[in-house]
Structures are given as structure tokens and as C-alpha cells.
């Protein structure tokens, strides 16, 4: 009996050592040489999310032919909810706004593979430039002959944002009047929505009183209602905020990566991709970038957290 206990003791400490082994070995072989036999890339909505996913879908054939990879594009809700899915190893691609990459970054969800390039926008009119930029602003927009004239006016309004993780429909519009000396999470009504067309309609039908919205949200309703230029009007513009990027897992290998973001640019260049691209989040093209030119992501991130305090 002594000597079967010895044997069992003896097994049970082997299996505990090979196991060891083994979850030490699947964690080194989780960090960066993960090649993806598919792909799930996903998306989250800036306009109506159903519009959005058909326009989308081609994506899938376009970069399963240039990967040789079957490729499965969705649609999230949110961008917290893209950060949860590429945490857990769900998503392997996340279209994430500036934000949205600092979360997933400091989380160990996602780095950087691509930045998107938008053609400037001039004021006013919100007319469109020829030149491809890696920034945009977000705007405050009220409804024409509204009271609002300034900033300064929006305390005890009503204002539609978009999600905590939004760059442009929360955390720099925010952050930037917090500088001012205007707490809009204490000294407003925010109403947060799903969609920068919605923020802008909610304005114009005056279910609230501004919005933040991206730079300029108003031409993805302008097809609808030729006239919202000139009903909803800008009252403030943000510093520049980074391009949307591209983010992916950290455990895919870097020669999968370097094959994706070839993919990505191959497909903005060309014509059908163009068109695909851009009718999904006005992207033009995609280009390379750096960890640090998001700090002052970072930076307007510190002043939302004191802000909340």
C-alpha cells in the first residue's frame, strides 16, 4: 500500500511538472508567432450599424484573396465591447478610434498595424481639402439661431455624445472644456447615442441642444437632407485628434502583420477597395505609425479620469 502511495504521489508530481511545462510553453508561444488559419475583423458603428455592415462585408473577399485566409467581418456595438473581443482572442482585428487603441494598448488587447489617412476639411462649409491628413477635430454643432453662440454656453444643456471611448463624441471635446473651466459631465445633460448621423439629427430635430460629433459628421446625413449644412452649424473645433487605426493582436506573428498591413494598403489603393473604405469611415488610405504620436490621447485621457472625480 506504502509503495502504491509512493507511485501515485510520484505520477502526481510528474503530471504537475509536465503541466507546468505545457502552460509555460502555450504562454511563450502566445506572444508573437501566432499565424491566423481565419481572420475576424470587426467593426464598430460611426453611422446606422446596419448600413454600416453591408457596406463593410466586401472587406472579407478582398482580404481573404490577398491573405489566403478565409476572413469574417462583424459589427460590435462599442468600442469596449471590440477591446473585450481582441482581449480574449475573439477578434484578431479591431478598427478602434484613438481612444479606443490607448485601452486595448495599456490592456495588452491590440498594437498598432495601421493609421487611416481622411482628406482635410476647410471651414466653413465643411468642404473637403485634397490633401490626405492623419488627423480630424471633433465639433460642437447646435441647431441654426440656436442661443448657443460659444462654449461658454452649454452649461445646463442637453448634448448627445457618443460612447466614454469616443475621441471625438466624448473625450476631447471634454477634456478641452474641462481646461477651459467648464465640467460638462457635472454641468450638463448628456445623452449618449449611437452614431455621429444620430447626434447630428438629435440637434436638428432638437432632441438636444449640441452635440459632439467628428469633423464634419453632418455630410454623412447631407444625402438625406441636402439642407443640414446650413440647419445645424459648428460652434467649436477641438485641437487635432489622431486618425482611427487599425489594431491587431499582440500574439500574431510580425510576418502575418507585415502581410496584413500590406493587404490593408493593396486594398485602399485600389479601386474597388477605395470605394469600400471609404464608404465605411470616410478612410482614403492607410499608412504606417508610431506608439507616441497618441500621447496627447494619453494626456486628454488623465484630464476625463480627473474630471469624473
Not at 508567432?33 to 475576424?40: F, G, H, I, V
Not at 446596419?50 to 481573404?64: C, T, V
Amino acid at each position: 500500500m506504502k509503495k502504491l502511495k509512493k507511485i501515485l504521489a510520484g505520477l502526481a508530481v510528474g503530471l504537475a511538472a509536465f503541466s507546468l511545462a505545457a502552460c509555460s510553453a502555450n504562454k511563450n508561444s502566445s506572444k508573437e508567432d501566432y499565424t491566423p488559419k481565419s481572420l475576424n475583423v470587426q467593426f464598430v458603428p460611426s453611422q446606422a450599424a446596419d448600413k454600416l455592415e453591408s457596406r463593410a462585408k466586401p472587406l472579407e473577399k478582398m482580404l481573404s484573396k490577398r491573405l489566403g485566409i478565409p476572413v469574417h467581418v462583424s459589427m460590435s456595438t462599442d468600442y469596449n465591447t471590440v477591446v473585450e473581443a481582441m482581449k480574449s482572442k475573439k477578434v484578431d482585428v479591431g478598427f478602434l478610434p484613438p481612444d479606443g487603441y490607448i485601452l486595448a494598448h495599456k490592456q495588452k488587447a491590440a498594437d498598432l498595424l495601421l493609421q487611416a489617412e481622411r482628406y482635410g476639411v476647410k471651414q466653413p462649409g465643411g468642404k473637403r481639402t485634397k490633401n490626405l491628413v492623419k488627423f480630424y477635430h471633433s465639433e460642437i454643432l447646435v441647431k441654426k439661431g440656436s442661443k448657443i453662440k460659444s462654449w461658454k454656453d452649454l452649461k445646463g444643456k442637453s448634448i448627445s455624445i457618443q460612447n466614454p471611448t469616443s475621441s471625438a463624441g466624448y473625450v476631447f471635446p471634454i477634456a478641452e472644456l474641462k481646461e477651459k473651466g467648464l465640467n460638462v459631465l457635472k454641468s450638463c445633460k448628456l445623452v449618449t447615442v449611437t452614431g455621429q448621423d444620430q447626434a447630428v439629427l438629435n440637434v436638428l430635430n432638437g432632441d438636444t441642444d449640441a452635440a459632439f460629433v467628428f469633423e464634419d459628421a453632418r455630410t454623412i446625413v447631407q444625402k438625406d437632407n441636402p439642407k443640414i449644412m446650413s440647419q445645424v452649424v459648428p460652434i467649436y473645433f477641438t485641437k487635432p485628434i489622431p486618425n482611427d487605426v487599425i489594431g491587431v493582436t499582440p500574439n500574431i506573428s510580425k510576418k502575418f502583420k507585415d502581410k496584413l498591413a500590406k493587404a490593408f494598403i493593396s486594398i485602399a489603393k485600389s479601386k474597388e477597395g477605395h470605394k469600400v473604405i471609404e464608404s465605411i469611415y470616410t478612410h482614403e488610405g492607410y499608412d504606417y505609425v508610431k506608439d507616441s504620436d497618441f500621447d496627447i490621447v494619453r494626456k486628454y485621457d488623465k484630464i476625463i479620469e480627473s474630471t469624473k472625480k
